[in-house]
Each structure stands twice: as C-alpha cells, then as structure tokens.
C-alpha cells in the first residue's frame, strides 16, 4: 500500500509534525530514524489515525483513512498486553476476523515458531519486556494486512530474538506487506530497510535509498551521526 502525505501538520504546545510531501513506496521497508523527540511515533500515529493531524492529508493509495483501516496494523511502543494467555494474546484479531480455530491455529504454528515461543498457554500479563514485545509483534504479523506500522518493535529484545524479528518482518514484507519502522539502531535499518528517512525536528531532514542513505549522507547531522557509528566509508 502506497502512502501519500502532503503538508501534514501536529501541534501540541508547538509544531512537533511538519512534513511538506512524503511518498512511502508500497512493498518496501522503510526505516524512520531520528533523535529522541524528533517526531518519529507522533507520524506514524497519525498515519494510523491514532493522533489527529492538525492539517494536512494522508491518503493510501487513492483512500482516505477510513476506508482502509481493516488493511493497517500497528505496534505501539509501549503495547497493550491483554489479561489473558499468550496465545489468545496473538491470535485476538484473528478471532475478530472471524477466522476458524484449526486455520489459527495454523497461522499461529507459522508466526510462533520464529521465536520458539513454547509458553503459549502462560499469561502474557507475567511477560518479561522483551517477551511481551515478540508476543505485540506476532499479534500484528498474524493479520498479514497490507501496511504493517513499527513502532521500535526490537528496542527490548535481546540480539538474538532481535535478529529473529528482523526475519519474521522481511517474511511479512515478502509476503505483500508495506512495513514502516521506527527504529535507533542503525545497523537494524542497514539489514533490512530499503529506504531510510530521517527525521528532525518534525521534519524530514533526510530520505533516501539505503545504500545512498549510508553511503553519501546529504545533511551534516546525518553525517556526523552515521560516522560516529563508523557505518560511513
Ligand atoms: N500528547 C502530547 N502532548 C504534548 N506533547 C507531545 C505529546 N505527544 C508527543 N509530544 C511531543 O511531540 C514531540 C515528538 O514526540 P514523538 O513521540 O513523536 O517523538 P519520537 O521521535 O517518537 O521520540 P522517541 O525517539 O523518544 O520515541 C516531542 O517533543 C513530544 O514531547
């Protein structure tokens, strides 16, 4: 799913959203990076309808928001763990869906393996931070809906499980979906993005093709920050 995005505008206080044009490409990754504040989770809120613009438009494709809100998915930052067991947990759209047990079960055999989850039964309530965030991946990844919002999905994982999340979301990706993800880890935007943008301030100071991004930074904060990463040639 494309998104379009044109003179979009958030206020709180002040001016925290202020992006001119903004084209994402349907099928691909994108990674949003940018400085804590820059304005990251209150755009992709807004894509989905979450937070309120103050002005603008956000069209998909040629649809406006309402006509399309059963095709998003999203993974707040700080996701909402359901009283109930980990399986329910992630299979909770699902079952809105109306979709069969034995199909669920299925879809579920397919997403969890991926992290070996092997406490289905358990209350997410009793979660670690880093298991509670596989379980609000899965419970988005299930629904294999057309754009699929990140909201640094990986930030309490460990390195392997973070590794393992990365594949799951280029499974999701390869299967047809459009993925945004907010992300602090630059190296996580150099394996599995194919265009990175960079945010500052509200404003997208940045967009590029990974490779480009990487290779030849345009602004001076990118640079500076991608050299002390020694991710610059
Ligand atoms: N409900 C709110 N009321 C007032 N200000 C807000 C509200 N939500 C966000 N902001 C402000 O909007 C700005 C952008 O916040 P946002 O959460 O989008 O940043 P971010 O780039 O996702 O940051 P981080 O990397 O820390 O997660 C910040 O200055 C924040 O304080």
Redesign the pocket.
């Known amino acids: 799913m494309n998104i379009y995005i044109n003179n979009l505008v ?1 206020e ?3 001016r ?2 202020d992006i001119e044009s903004l084209h994402i490409k349907k099928g691909e990754i994108v990674a949003v990076l ?10 992709i ?1 807004c894509i989905a309808n979450i ?1 309120r613009h103050d002005a603008g438009k956000i069209l998909f494709d040629d649809y406006e928001f309402d006509e399309v809100k059963d095709k998003i998915s999203i993974m707040q ?1 700080r996701p909402y763990i359901f009283n109930m067991s980990v399986k329910d947990n992630i299979s909770l759209g699902l079952k809105y869906k109306g979709m069969k047990d034995e199909d669920i079960d299925k879809k579920l055999n397919e997403y969890t393996s991926y992290f070996g989850i092997n406490y289905l039964e358990k209350n997410a309530k009793r979660l670690s931070g880093g298991e509670s965030a596989k379980v609000a991946l899965l419970r988005v990844a299930v629904l294999e809906r057309e754009l699929l919002l990140l ?2 999905p990986t930030a309490s994982m460990d390195v392997e499980s973070t590794l393992i999340a990365e594949r799951l979301i280029k499974h999701i990706n390869k299967k047809g979906t459009t993925v945004v993800l ?1 992300t ?1 880890d630059l190296y996580q935007a150099q394996r599995i993005a194919d265009t990175v943008i960079f ?1 500052d301030k ?1 404003k997208i100071i940045e967009m590029d093709s990974k490779e480009e991004f990487f290779k030849n930074p345009k602004s001076s904060l990118v640079r500076k920050i991608i050299s002390r990463g020694d991710l610059i040639d």
């Open positions: 958030k709180y206080e002040k925290v959203l940018g400085l804590n504040g820059s304005g990251k989770t209150t755009l809120e937070k930052q909201d640094e907010i602090h945010m509200g």
